[in-house]
C-alpha cells in the first residue's frame, strides 16, 4: 500500500511537490528537487 505525501522547501518551507511512498518504509524520504519560490535547488523532506 501507498500513501500520499507532500514535500516541504527546508529553506522556504513552501510546500512543492506530492509523492507517493510506501506504508511499511521506515525511512524518511530527503530530496533535492527545485524550489520555484528559491529559484534554486534545495533539500526537500517530507511534511508532518
Given at each position: 500500500?501507498?500513501?500520499?505525501?507532500?514535500?516541504?522547501?527546508?529553506?522556504?518551507?513552501?510546500?512543492?511537490?506530492?509523492?507517493?511512498?510506501?506504508?511499511?518504509?521506515?525511512?524518511?524520504?530527503?530530496?533535492?528537487?527545485?524550489?520555484k519560490?528559491?529559484?534554486?535547488?534545495?533539500?526537500?523532506?517530507?511534511?508532518?
Amino acid at each position: 500500500m501507498r500513501k500520499k505525501v507532500l514535500l516541504i522547501c527546508s529553506e522556504c518551507l513552501s510546500r512543492n511537490y506530492v509523492t507517493t511512498v510506501k506504508t511499511d518504509s521506515e525511512k524518511k524520504l530527503e530530496l533535492m528537487k527545485f524550489c520555484k519560490h528559491c529559484g534554486k535547488q534545495t533539500l526537500h523532506k517530507i511534511s508532518k
